[in-house]
Every structure is written in structure tokens, then in C-alpha cells.
């Protein structure tokens, strides 16, 4: 009797194909399907383009550029020494007061310097914005201290948000940097091929499902913990925060001038969360309120603006967009608002006026 053909080997081959082709169609489908619920999508470029960086479709211009020892500051070009006749207010930040997804004219500073115009017609007024993406307060210490004397201010605003208490960025806890060590070669090498196959968002995906589980099997804090610890009293953290904000102060009073301004800065998505946060959004005012009271010991004088932030219809984007948390223009009018009338009510309008 003739044998008959095996024909498992080719069918095998096609099953093995189908499901090869299967897997690959819905991995690609899983990253079209991040890719519609993406807003970046729609959204104008944020980062270097042509040799031009721009924040979400703002481009840094030149003509908004100072540049002393390496500093690169987003801030049109002033005087030096300062003219007779001018009044100036030097304010330090980190990304929220650079103005993140604002054009300058956007910025609180700019509003600032326009409503304490309007109240003052004759002073004179410039707000200089020293801000730096990424600042902690520890470095704004440094631009005041370092950069003071050729600003010569007639007043000090110190634009805090809640990391600037911790100057570390990319590892902000021992656990972090071991984690990193021990996996980060591996997750980097896994995200370089998925990036490399057309599956960019995917491979994001990929890192903040792996960094989430690192924080629910304790092998790295969360950012409650991380924030808990960078505030303790006895951190070096917060500890050099404290020097800090002195350093600062003791400038302000060698040159004689009124109490530095704290700015309590915020970036909710919603006047919700102020009116009605949750437990963790009231965690995270707590160590707000806990920087406010270090600064106002410290000589500060603190300005919030939780009660107006309140006070916002709950639909009102505050945001940038909706792919970047950081303060938008409906916010900036509002701290340039309450940051207006806390300098105009020490430095009342010239008989002049």
C-alpha cells in the first residue's frame, strides 16, 4: 500500500505563520488604538525642531533669550544697570513660571508686569522671569543670589510648586537609582525595539506599566511616599529647602527691600479639586501649605490662590492642553492677579501718578 504524503510539516508552517501575522496585527492594532486615544496627536510640537525648541507650538525665540554663564533664561532682553525711574521684580520658578505651553505674552509674568502698569501708569514697572524647566529651589537660591545684583530688583517673587522642595529629577529615591541599575538597560533595550517596529507609544506603555509595578510590589516608592519623605522635617531635602528660602530672604534684606513674595503655584485639572479634593489631592496640599508656613516663618510674605482658583466654573480648562498639566492661561491671569495686588499694596503708587 502506497504511504500517504505527511502534511502536518506545511500545515504547521501556515498555523505557525497565522498566528505570527495574528500577534503582529494586534499588537499594531493595541498601538493605532493608543494612537487615536492620543491628544499629542493634534497637538503642535514640543520639543526641537530645526534647530528651534518649542514648547507645545511656542517657539523660543530669540528676541525672548538671556543667556548669562551657561544660564539660558526665557526672558526678552533688559537693561543693565537698571535706568533711573524703573521699578523691578525678580521672579524665580521652575517650568510653571518658565510658562510651559504659553507663549511669554501668556505667562503670569507678563500679565504681572501689565496689571502693575495699569495700576501705576508712571512707575515704570518690569517683571524679569529668571524661571528654569526642572528648577528646585535650591538652583532658583542660586539665580537670585548670582543674578540679583545686575537685576536689581525692587522685589523678590520666589513661583513654587510642589517638587521644588527636591532637587532630584530623574531618581528621587536610593530605591530608584537600584532599580534603574539592575533594569534599566534591559526595559531601555525592550522600548529601543518596540520604537524601532513603528510601536513608539507601546513602548511608553511598556515603561509606565513596568514603573507601576515596581511601585505596587514595593520595590520603589510611590510619589505619596517620595513626597513624605523629601518633606520630612529632618531630610536633607527639606532642610536645604529651609537654607534656601533664607539665602533668599537675607538677599531681599541686605538690599532693603520688602518681604520676598512666596508664590503657592497650582495646576489642578479642575476647581473640583480645589473646592473638593480627594484624599490624595488633600496630601499633596498639605505639603503645599507645609512649604507656605516654612516661607512665612521664614520672613515671606505668601501669596495662594486656592480661594480663586475656587471660585472657577468646574468646566474651566486650566491646563495647557490636555496632554500637559501644567498651568494654563486661565490660571496665569489668576496668579498674575493675586501676585499684582500683593507688590502694588507695598509699593503704592508716586504722587506722580
Known amino acids: 500500500m502506497k504511504a500517504l504524503p505527511d502534511r502536518r510539516g506545511p500545515r504547521l508552517i501556515a498555523l505557525g505563520t497565522l498566528t505570527f501575522f495574528s500577534i503582529l496585527f494586534l499588537i499594531h492594532a493595541v498601538e493605532f488604538g493608543l494612537w487615536l486615544r492620543d491628544p499629542r496627536r493634534r497637538l503642535p510640537v514640543d520639543g526641537e525642531k530645526d534647530g528651534v525648541y518649542y514648547t507645545w507650538g511656542h517657539p523660543w ?29 525678580m521672579v524665580v520658578g521652575d517650568s510653571l513660571t518658565f510658562g510651559v505651553g504659553l507663549a511669554p505674552a501668556q505667562r503670569y509674568t507678563e500679565l504681572m508686569e501689565d496689571r502693575l502698569n495699569e495700576l501705576s501708569p508712571r512707575q515704570g514697572w518690569e517683571v524679569i522671569n529668571l524661571g528654569l524647566m526642572g528648577a528646585p529651589t535650591v538652583f532658583e537660591r542660586d539665580v537670585v543670589v548670582g543674578f540679583g545684583p545686575m537685576v536689581a530688583p525692587d522685589r523678590i517673587v520666589v513661583g513654587f ?10 531618581y528621587p529615591t536610593e530605591e530608584h537609582r537600584r532599580f534603574e541599575e539592575r533594569h534599566g538597560r534591559w526595559m531601555g533595550r525592550v522600548e529601543k525595539i518596540l520604537a524601532g517596529v513603528a510601536l513608539p507609544r507601546l513602548a511608553g506603555q511598556f515603561r509606565k506599566a513596568l514603573n507601576r509595578w515596581a511601585e ?38 541686605g538690599r532693603r527691600l520688602p518681604a520676598p513674595l512666596f508664590a503657592a503655584l497650582l495646576s489642578p485639572g479642575s476647581s473640583a479639586e480645589v473646592a473638593r479634593p480627594t484624599p490624595e489631592q488633600r496630601f499633596v496640599a498639605d505639603r503645599v501649605d507645609q512649604a507656605a508656613r516654612a516661607a512665612e516663618d521664614l520672613g515671606f510674605a505668601v501669596v495662594r490662590f486656592e480661594e480663586a482658583v475656587g471660585r472657577l466654573p468646574p468646566e474651566s480648562p486650566l491646563h495647557v492642553n490636555p496632554a500637559d498639566g501644567h498651568p494654563g492661561p486661565e490660571l496665569n491671569r489668576l496668579f498674575a492677579d493675586g501676585l499684582a495686588r500683593a507688590v502694588g499694596d507695598r509699593h503704592p503708587p508716586r504722587a506722580s501718578d
Open 161 to 170: 510648586s510642589l517638587n521644588d522642595v527636591d532637587p532630584a529629577k530623574k
Open 216 to 253: 505596587l510590589s514595593g520595590r520603589v516608592p510611590d510619589y505619596e511616599e517620595q513626597l513624605r519623605r523629601a518633606y520630612a522635617e529632618d531630610a536633607p531635602t527639606w532642610i536645604a529647602f529651609r537654607e534656601a528660602l533664607r539665602d533668599i530672604k537675607k538677599f531681599s534684606d
Open 61 to 89: 525665540r530669540a528676541d525672548h533669550r538671556v543667556v548669562w554663564n551657561g544660564w539660558h533664561f526665557r526672558q526678552k532682553r533688559f537693561e543693565v544697570p537698571k535706568p533711573r525711574g524703573v521699578r523691578r521684580v
